[in-house]
C-alpha cells in the first residue's frame, strides 16, 4: 500500500524556520516528481513547492526566496526547507506527487505560526 509520512511540523514564532520530511514507500516515487501541498482553514489546498526526478525545483510566488524544497532518492524522502515563515503560512502541510493523486494523500502535518 503506498503511503506519504509528513513530519516536522510545528508551532514557530514569525520569522523563524522549520524542516518538513516526507517519507514514502516505495522507491518507485523517485521516477515521479514530488510535491509540497498546504490548507489553510477554509481555503483550498495549494501547491508550495515541487521537484523533479532530476531536481528541477518550483515555487509558488508566496514562497519564493523564503522556502527550499529537496529530495534524497536514496531514501525515498523530500523535503521542505522553510525559513522567515510568516502567519499566512499557517496550514497542514502534505506531500503528494505532482500532479497529486487523490489515494496518496496522508495525515500531513500542521505548521502554526504564531507569536
Known amino acids: 500500500q503506498v503511503q506519504f509520512v509528513e513530519s516536522g511540523g510545528g508551532l514557530v514564532q514569525p520569522g523563524g524556520s522549520l524542516r518538513l520530511s516526507c517519507a514514502a514507500s516505495?522507491?518507485?516515487?523517485?521516477?515521479?516528481?514530488r510535491g509540497w501541498y498546504r490548507q489553510a482553514p477554509g481555503k483550498q489546498r495549494e501547491l508550495v513547492a515541487a521537484?523533479?526526478?532530476?531536481?528541477?525545483?518550483n515555487y509558488a510566488d508566496s514562497v519564493k526566496g523564503r522556502f527550499t524544497i529537496s529530495r534524497d532518492n536514496a531514501k525515498n524522502a523530500v523535503y521542505l526547507q522553510m525559513n522567515s515563515l510568516k502567519p499566512e503560512d499557517t496550514a497542514v502541510y502534505y506531500c503528494?506527487?505532482?500532479?497529486?493523486?487523490?489515494?496518496?494523500w496522508g495525515q500531513g502535518t500542521q505548521v502554526t505560526v504564531s507569536s
Open positions: 503528494n506527487r505532482n500532479p497529486p493523486i487523490a489515494a496518496y
Open positions: 516505495g522507491s518507485i516515487f523517485n521516477m515521479y516528481t
Open positions: 521537484i523533479t526526478s532530476g531536481g528541477i525545483t
